[in-house]
T-cell receptor
């Protein structure tokens, strides 16, 4: 069974500082990897995903993530935090071993606070 | 584009009552997912459908929960009888349903359920 670990349930950064949110997965076969964002009282929205090809993936709102197979990681970064980035971020994985497997397994989430 | 539509957005009910949550997926999407989000357990997949057929309901907590998808544009999640521990935010999501686990899931705004 796959699992996702997000280090740090809460992360605080100053406006303009680097954002780094950590995600590690546990799977015998590297899965598909996703980052979703949830703003207060809203549903989840895709930030970016890695399926194949280039391991550095760029997403919306200036975020990017790098798939590192050797470290089983998919950390999310943004060079300069903005107040509007305050939200909860979820790392998720899905199985690439079967075409019929659509299930996402989510991490517990990391709440990002941005300090003015 | 309307996105995934859920109703009601908020529901307050008393223990023992029947609760029905509704979802309209994005037109043309063939996969539909029901999730539950709580502080303690995070985001959990309850059930998912492909082409209106339930594929995996192993996440449904117990027999009090049931889900149906009578057609491609409508799904319900029913709790009967409801209990206070069912209080959570319930999300519906849909995806195109052709490419397996690499697909983006599009989430609705959620239904916030409170069982007194």
């Amino acid at each position: 069974a796959q699992s996702v670990t997000q280090l740090g349930s809460h992360v605080s950064v100053s406006e303009g500082a680097l954002v780094l949110l950590r995600c590690n997965y546990s799977s015998s076969v590297p899965p598909y990897l996703f980052w979703y964002v949830q703003y207060p009282n809203q549903g989840l929205q895709l930030l970016l995903k890695y399926t194949t090809g280039a391991t550095l993936v760029k997403g919306i709102n200036g975020f990017e993530a790098e798939f590192k197979k050797s470290e089983t990681s998919f950390h999310l970064t943004k060079p300069s935090a903005h107040m509007s980035d305050a939200a909860e971020y979820f790392c998720a994985v899905s199985d690439r071993s079967g075409a019929g497997s659509y299930q996402l397994t989510f991490g517990k989430g990391t709440k990002l606070s941005v300090i003015p | 584009d309307a996105g995934v539509i859920q109703s009601p957005r908020h529901e307050v009910t008393e223990m023992g009552q029947e609760v029905t949550l509704r979802c309209k997926p994005i037109s043309g999407h063939n996969s539909l997912f029901w999730y539950r989000q709580t502080m303690m357990r995070g985001l959990e997949l309850l059930i998912y459908f492909n082409n209106n057929v339930p594929i995996d309901d192993s996440g449904m907590p117990e027999d009090r929960f049931s889900a149906k998808m009578p057609n491609a544009s409508f799904s319900t999640l029913k709790i009967q009888p409801s209990e206070p521990r069912d209080s959570a935010v319930y999300f519906c999501a849909s995806s195109p349903g052709f490419s397996g686990g690499q697909e983006t899931q599009y989430f609705g705004p959620g239904t916030r359920l409170l069982v007194l």
